[in-house]
DNA sequence: ATTGATCCGTTTGTCCGACAAACCGACTAT
DNA sequence: ATAGTCGGTTTGTCGGACAAACGGATCAAT
């Protein structure tokens, strides 16, 4: 992994970019400056293709080149196939492209795991400084559903998601919730086999849910983060029960369940 | 925020989707599947245009269409803009991404806050387990250029970066590294007004990262994280003397230094 | 009057053919 | 061996074309 090159370096660069870039860029970056700069918010439908060949002067083909790029990074949307509007790219795609990434290069579960016992400790710290009531209530749903779910081990995985991601809510802290989900969807997969071969993993998983949650009402950070602590320990061992070792790449499986970038969204 | 739809809800979808994608979208998933299965290996080239309408049987138009999806999605690469190779999306551009959706979300500095003072923590703290003596010598290195910088406010804000990112780097986990990349991205452009309006910035910065340095030698997490803790403080003090308020949204000032997603790559 | 069906212009997706410029590799001359 | 030339290949861009889907408006029926 390479470092960061910072966003500029004075001395290298001497000269002007030579390259005119290509048309269909050109038309991209125009179109994606509007939209950044906030000069076209978000929901504001952009053109149809005719509007934008007429406003750039260029050729359909080329228009619609930029478009897919724009598409493709979330900057604009479609409403009904007809209507192009600008967007806000969605957490949830920007994650799902991290966590493929993060396949493609082969992270191994140790990685993952060391990664998601820090990101939901700090998840379960700032959710217990800044939780509100309602943050409870869904959380309280969430595991009254777990309850009746002890013996299903897909809705279990489901719903062990679904208790992080609200705790990652409670945070209200955006940052914190876009740089844990990535490693939340990875490990998706590597949850339901653990309550398929470990008995005693689902009543130990509502457990250390109901004491997260005790922990969240009382906002008592220690409490929470050292259950937060033994609920992922609980995965790990779990995980090493189900026959796998931790030095493994996260594999490439469970393809269709992650790669839904195109579809309903 | 929506909270995550779980990756496959079995209830909701009971027939198949109906809708015949456009072609170009199926040719763009037609070769990232080839892809991300492993079929395609990074590096590998993919055809010409040429081959590509042969292989699909489709029209050039669509695709290229279908190649500016794979483009953007940075699983296509192009060496020398004749070749079209294979590619492992780079944690850079994803980054950069994910930094300038927190932007249009208009998340506050004090999301950014808290998300870093969590991220560093955690990083320093795997940084210590799992250090070689190669990251420490490219820490070492940093904190020289940094002793002779400490009037540049630029220099110093690159440097800064530089060191989180070396320690990121030195936890040897991609997972987390990817997950603190973004923040520290949007923290950039918030550090250099500091240098220039808070003159003891600079040698508070130099001297917490010395501590750090000297808690990844000798392995102290405990210290570590204590540093790290007040080293992020300190930027936070920093930053409210510069006139802004925490509550204020991490603006879109300095877009020219964020958004590189095109050009030199 | 609200509901339902029909019609027409618009927009997208796709195709065809074409051409200039850039690129690549081979070939030639020094 | 190096430099320069040349021709085929590939990309970027263009113009035009058409079917299908869509949206809205018009008209018919309850």
Redesign the pocket.
Known sequence: MDIMTPPHSPETDRFERISPL?????VAEAIEREIVSGHIPPGEPIG????LVKQF??????V??G?RCLEQSGLIR?E?????VASLPRQGKLATRVSRALILHQVTFRELYEAIDMLERSAIELAVAHRTDDDLQAIARNLERTRDALSEPIRLAELDTEFHSLVAVATGNRVLQLAREPASLLIYTATQPIFEHVPEAAPRLLAAHEKLYDALVRRDVEDARAWMRRHVADFGKGFLRTGRTLDDPVDRIPFDSIFQTRGTS
Do not use: F, K, M, W
């Open positions: 290509p048309a269909y860029q050109l149809t293709e005719a509007d002067g260029v050729n359909r083909s080329t619609r080149e478009i479609r009904s196939s007809r209507r192009l």
